[in-house]
C-alpha cells in the first residue's frame, strides 16, 4: 500500500503570507501512459466534510480561489497557499488515488493563523 | 448539483452490525463512471479510506476491512450502502459518503455531510 507523509503537522502563518504544505508518497503515484499524478488535495473546516482543492496534483477545482496551487511531481507534491485568508484556517490532507485501492489519505496538517 | 446524504442508527453495540445508506440527489447513480465510496474519520483523526462501488455493483474494499464489509447499491432507489459487522470501539467514527471524479477518477468532488456512528454497549 502506498503511504502518505504530510509536513508539517501544523503550520501557523500570518494573514497576507504563504503557506506551504507538503505530502511524500512511498511510491510514485505519476502514471507514465497518460504523464499524470493521481493526487489530490482536500481542506476541511471544523465540523465539514472534506472539500476537493486540487486534483491531478495541479488542477483547481471549480470555484476554488486561485490564491491555491498544487505543485509537484512522482512522490513529492506541494499545497501552496499564496496569500492566507482568515477562512483557510482548516486541515488540509492529501491523497492519493493511483492504480489500484486502498487509496490513502497523508495525516493532515492543521493551518491556523499566526 | 450532485448532493449525497448519510443516514442509520448513530449508536450500534459492540459485535453488532453497522449499517448506513447514502441517498443521492441531484443526479443518477446510474450515469457516468463514477466511484461511489465510503470514507470515515475517528473523532479527532484523519481520513480512511473504505471502500467503492460502482453503478454496476462491482466493489473494491479496503483490505483492512474486507472481512467484516459489504457494500451495495441499489439504482432503483439511488442509494448505496455499507454494512461492516462485528463492530467494536475502533469503528466509531463520522463516516461519510461521497462520489469520485470523473472517468472513475479517485479524487473525491462530491461528499455528505457524514455522520457520526459510535460503538458502545
Known amino acids: 500500500d502506498i503511504v502518505m507523509t504530510q509536513s508539517p503537522d501544523s503550520l501557523a502563518v500570518s494573514l497576507g503570507e504563504r503557506a506551504t504544505i507538503n505530502c511524500k508518497s512511498s511510491?510514485?503515484?505519476?502514471?507514465?501512459?497518460?504523464?499524470?499524478?493521481?493526487l489530490t488535495w482536500y481542506q476541511q473546516r471544523p465540523g465539514q466534510p472534506p472539500k476537493l482543492l486540487i486534483y491531478?496534483?495541479?488542477t483547481r477545482e471549480s470555484g476554488v480561489p486561485d490564491r491555491f496551487n498544487g505543485s509537484g511531481s512522482g512522490t513529492d507534491f506541494t499545497l501552496t497557499i499564496s496569500s492566507l485568508q482568515a477562512e483557510d484556517v482548516a486541515v488540509y490532507y492529501c491523497q492519493q488515488y493511483y492504480s489500484t485501492p486502498p487509496y490513502s489519505f497523508g495525516q493532515g496538517t492543521r493551518l491556523e493563523i499566526k | 448539483q450532485v448532493q449525497l446524504q448519510e443516514s442509520g442508527p448513530g449508536l450500534v453495540k459492540p459485535s453488532q452490525t453497522l449499517s448506513l445508506t447514502c441517498t443521492v440527489s441531484g443526479g443518477s447513480i446510474s450515469s457516468g463512471d463514477y466511484y461511489w465510496s465510503w470514507i470515515r474519520q475517528p473523532p479527532g483523526k484523519g481520513l480512511e479510506w473504505i471502500g467503492y462501488?460502482?453503478?454496476?455493483?462491482?466493489?473494491y474494499y479496503n483490505p483492512s476491512l474486507k472481512s467484516r464489509l459489504t457494500i451495495s447499491v441499489d439504482t432503483s432507489k439511488n442509494q448505496f450502502s455499507l454494512k461492516l459487522s462485528s463492530v467494536t470501539a475502533a469503528d466509531t467514527a463520522v463516516y461519510y459518503c461521497a462520489r469520485g471524479g470523473d472517468e472513475s477518477s479517485g479524487y473525491y468532488s462530491h461528499w455528505g455531510q457524514g455522520t457520526l456512528v459510535t460503538v458502545s454497549s
Open positions: 491531478w496534483a495541479s
Open positions: 462501488i460502482y453503478y454496476s455493483g462491482s466493489t
Open positions: 511510491q510514485s503515484v505519476l502514471y507514465s501512459s497518460n504523464n499524470k499524478n493521481y
